[in-house]
């Protein structure tokens, strides 16, 4: 569990002075990259950089939940940040991750595809602070880990009903000789 300071900041987190460090060290790698491709400008002058992540498990399914924090700069000497927030009023985010888990395609078949993959970058959340998306994200993979058990029915369920609709399909079909 994180350690609050205030609703936007918890303990641990990268510093501001850590984070424009690496700020500026992922623009001067984008640039060298570009140079070396000939390719001015090819890659934006903003990103994020996760600065903050906890390991937490549910019903014994392990999940990271992350604070990421965007940034855009100029491309003055130094990047000196041109926009602090962007993507809500307080310039970060939490996601849910999980690299444990069904398959994209069963996930997408159970109609699952946020499945342990959430973020907090939905209209009306703009102006949540850190805190609250943290616990929401905490309390969608929660929601997740819960229905884990369930899974195996729903999956009979859906292909018995798929299975009778292509059956009763294959019916209707009249089958011609050559």
């Known amino acids: 569990m994180p350690i609050w300071l205030d609703e ?74 041109a926009i602090t927030h962007g993507l809500n009023k307080i310039g970060k985010y939490v996601v849910v991750e999980s690299n444990k888990g069904p398959s994209y395609d069963v996930k997408e078949f159970l109609g699952l595809s946020e499945f342990l993959y959430h973020d907090t970058l939905h209209s009306g959340q703009e102006d949540w602070s850190l805190k609250r998306q943290w616990d929401s994200a905490k309390e969608w993979a929660e929601g997740d880990c819960a229905a884990v058990p369930g899974l195996i029915s729903k999956f009979e369920e859906k292909t018995a009903l798929l299975k009778k609709e292509l059956e009763d399909w294959v019916k209707t079909i009249e089958v011609k000789e050559d």
């Open 8 to 81: 936007n900041t918890i303990k641990g987190e990268l510093s501001k002075e850590e984070f424009l460090r690496q700020v500026k060290m992922r623009m001067e790698a984008r640039v060298a990259k570009e140079i070396r491709e000939n390719q001015p400008h090819n890659y934006g002058n903003d990103g994020m950089i996760e600065v903050y992540s906890e390991t937490l498990n549910s019903n014994g399914i392990e999940y990271q939940l992350k604070v990421i924090r965007y940034f855009a700069v100029s491309r003055d000497e130094g990047f000196p940040l």
